[in-house]
């Protein structure tokens, strides 16, 4: 179940991730500053975050827990997965991101990610 479902999250971040990686190359061309050139490679790094909130999802969904608890406490998993990185290029003096984009960013990942949990029909029947 949960190889099912991890192939099926890097399939879709695999759409979403190629066309992005691809336009901001095209821009970075276009306007002849390659400064922006590593981003792609920079969302790579997101892809053990993403596994391991893949299988968050695949052991929450076969729990016996509250679906709003559910999506609740994945949320905020994923929440503290994603904030991780800005911990981690924190101590390693990434002064790129400023402290309003994060806590943007936090509100939007943990309504997000609770939302996804409640509106992805997968089921242990489905596997």
């Not at 179940?1 to 990686?21: D, E, Q, R, Y």
């Not at 290029?89 to 400023?98: D, P, R, Y």
Request: hydrophobic letters at 55%; one cysteine or more.
């Amino acid at each position: 179940m949960f190889l099912s479902n991890l192939i099926a999250t890097f399939k879709f971040v695999g759409i979403v991730w190629l066309p992005l990686s691809v336009f901001i190359i095209f821009d970075c061309y276009k306007n002849s500053d390659f400064s922006d050139a590593f981003i792609p490679l920079y969302l790579l790094t997101f892809a053990p975050a993403i596994a391991a909130s893949s299988l968050l999802y695949t052991k929450l969904k076969n729990s016996n827990l509250n679906k709003f608890m559910c999506a609740g406490l994945f949320g905020i998993v994923n929440l503290a997965l994603f904030m991780s990185y800005y911990f981690v290029g924190h101590a390693l003096n990434n002064e790129a991101l400023n402290l309003r984009f994060i806590t943007v960013m936090s509100l939007v990942t943990l309504v997000t990610a609770s939302g996804l949990y409640i509106q992805l029909p997968w089921k242990q029947s489905d596997a």
